[in-house]
């Protein structure tokens, strides 16, 4: 555990492949921990290597099939390289797993809104806010939407309601 959290620590620190180095070892300690395969992927993906992301994800989900990071942080990372289904495809499996995931409907919006694809979209935006309303990032996604579909006095609400939050914080 201390060379997971020694990973977490120096990679917050962007030093990366020292987290990396840092997994690896926990890793070998104990090979059935998925957060460290999943922790490994994320590391992998800072540094742009999307197929050693994949390898990594999918050895957490091997680990523990039911993992909703792992299958939201695959997602990201086909989302990252242009394989729009297989980013839904995972995106979905995350919000299978784990019905309150409200950064898997935040990523599933921001993916359909990327492909045009904006009443699928703003159902996701608007299911995110419903889980964590107190998160502005996903008032602002929504705002931006809006924007985009030309429904201004919709989008500065929106955009309203993440500048109250953050003016909270």
């Known amino acids: 555990?201390?060379?997971?959290?020694?990973?977490?620590?120096?990679?917050?620190?962007?030093?990366?492949?020292q987290a990396l180095k840092a997994y690896k070892d926990a890793i070998k300690i104990s090979p059935d921990f998925p957060t460290l395969h999943n922790n490994l992927g994320n590391a992998y993906l800072d540094l742009n290597k999307p197929e050693n992301s994949i390898e990594y994800f999918a050895k957490a989900l091997s680990v523990k099939p039911d993992f909703a990071d792992a299958y939201n942080n695959l997602g990201a990372t086909y989302e990252k390289i242009g394989k729009t289904n297989e980013a839904i495809e995972n995106y979905k499996k995350a919000i299978?797993?784990?019905?309150?995931?409200?950064?898997?409907?935040?990523?599933?919006?921001?993916?359909?809104?990327?492909?045009?694809?904006?009443?699928?979209?703003?159902?996701?935006?608007?299911?995110?806010?419903?889980?964590?309303?107190?998160?502005?990032?996903?008032?602002?996604?929504?705002?931006?939407?809006?924007?985009?579909?030309?429904?201004?006095?919709?989008?500065?609400?929106?955009?309203?309601?993440?500048?109250?939050?953050?003016?909270k914080e």
């Open 96 to 167: 299978k797993v784990k019905h309150d995931f409200a950064d898997a409907y935040n990523n599933l919006g921001t993916l359909f809104s990327d492909v045009a694809r904006f009443d699928e979209s703003m159902l996701n935006y608007k299911k995110a806010i419903e889980l964590s309303p107190n998160n502005e990032k996903y008032y602002n996604n929504l705002g931006t939407l809006l924007n985009t579909l030309g429904k201004y006095d919709e989008a500065t609400t929106e955009f309203n309601r993440a500048i109250k939050i953050i003016n």
């Open 1 to 17: 555990e201390a060379h997971n959290n020694l990973g977490n620590i120096v990679e917050e620190l962007g030093k990366t492949n």
